[in-house]
């Protein structure tokens, strides 16, 4: 039984080798919804992978890009990634059993964060819901998309590697993107939000995620990949709640551009 894998890009060149030869043998079909990468991203996965590129414009709906490349899909079977993401050949070979079954209708998995090149032990293990029937399932969620199927969803007790953090530049350039999203469409929702409020997150939520990553999960075992990973989830709460409190004092920032 045939497996589609969809993977979003967006000038991506840096690391999608990484991400589609770890599909070569598992994926029966690569489904590329690019928006509109300036660099060699799409001529790569087309021209090396025999991806099939979809140019498709963002327009901040990360959930449109989703379902436009589960629609484009051959196979019963869709599983979708980020260009970050690598499968594991064990990972892999359970995820190709497990569609062989009528067991489920999709599947949640865990993946595991990793920075750099070291996989974390401590923090940054979450499962997420990425195998699924095309007919059974469809994103909704304008920036943190999220997958929403119909039928039975199991388990599999295996991990995708997700490296997020290849470098702290890169990094920083991802998180502004987002924390200007984000501050955008929460400004628009909640106009009358006070400076004091906006003052009490900016300065207490970020000390409180930090102590969870690092001190309550453990990411100090981690060592300084861990201490990084945590830093990284406390500078974005406070990126997003300098950029509200920005408009509200009447500054509205022009809109980052998002290099991928």
Request: glycine residues 6%; contains cysteine.
């Amino acid at each position: 039984m045939g497996i589609s894998t969809v993977i979003l890009t967006k000038n991506e060149e840096y690391q999608i080798r990484r991400c589609l030869d770890s599909l070569k043998g598992f994926a029966d079909e690569i489904i590329i919804v690019d928006d509109h990468s300036t660099d060699r991203t799409a001529a790569i996965a087309k021209e090396e992978y025999g991806a099939r590129v979809i140019a498709h414009a963002l327009n901040n709906r990360f959930d449109e890009q989703r379902n436009i490349g589960t629609e484009a899909c051959q196979h019963e079977w869709v599983l979708h990634m980020d260009a970050d993401e690598v499968i594991p050949p064990s990972a892999a070979q359970a995820m190709a059993e497990a569609v062989r079954g009528t067991a489920s209708d999709a599947y949640a998995i865990p993946r595991r964060d990793c920075v750099w090149e070291v996989p974390l032990k401590y923090v940054g293990r979450a499962y997420q819901t990425k195998l699924f029937r095309k007919s059974k399932g469809r994103h909704s969620g304008a920036i943190h998309e999220s997958l929403h199927t119909q039928g039975r969803i199991r388990r599999l007790e295996v991990e995708i590697l997700h490296y997020p953090i290849p470098s702290v530049g890169r990094m920083l350039e991802k998180q502004n993107h987002y924390s200007d999203l984000e501050a955008q469409k929460f400004w628009a929702e909640n106009p009358q939000i006070t400076i004091n409020t906006i003052k009490k997150n900016l300065i207490f939520k970020p000390f409180k995620i930090f102590f969870k990553h690092y001190v309550k999960h453990g990411g100090y075992k981690d060592g300084v990949p861990g201490l990084v990973w945590s830093t990284v989830h406390t500078l974005h709460p406070m990126m997003f709640w300098m950029k509200v409190l920005e408009r509200r004092a009447g500054r509205p920032a022009p809109r980052s551009t998002h290099a991928g």
